[in-house]
């Protein structure tokens, strides 16, 4: 089984910082791209940053310039630096990969998995 934790959200002053957590476990063969998304109430999902295995990142235009997106592929671990929070940030932040998985007795199998979410709320 493969399984992604998230950690790090929290409630944090308008042009604060936090530092999201994201780690892998499980059977895992190989994991490519790796990043993060995020939920308002009463909107879509949508997403914020990724990483590619390789290194290159993905940003959506809102968070251009305040967010720093990175990886640490031994500890299958992404991170979201986020800085000059605003309260349109409050969401609840979910990390995303697309994974590799080892099976006994079968053939790999490559899959996109959710964490849990964690909540970042941006209120003074």
């Known amino acids: 089984q493969v399984q992604l934790v998230e950690s790090g959200g929290g409630l944090v002053q308008p042009g604060g910082s936090l530092r999201l957590s994201c780690t892998a476990s499980?059977?895992?063969?190989?994991?490519?791209?790796m990043g993060w998304y995020r939920q308002a109430p009463g909107k879509q999902r949508e997403l914020v940053a990724s990483t590619a295995s390789g290194g290159g990142t993905n940003y959506a235009d809102f968070v251009k310039g305040r967010f720093t997106v990175s990886r640490d592929n031994v500890r299958n671990t992404v991170y979201l630096e986020m800085n000059s929070l605003k309260p349109e940030d409050t969401a609840v932040y979910y990390c995303n990969a697309d994974i590799a998985r080892r099976r006994i007795g079968s053939p790999p199998v490559r899959s996109n998995y959710w964490g849990q979410g964690t909540q970042v709320t941006v209120s003074a």
């Open positions: 499980g059977s895992i063969l190989a994991i490519f791209s």
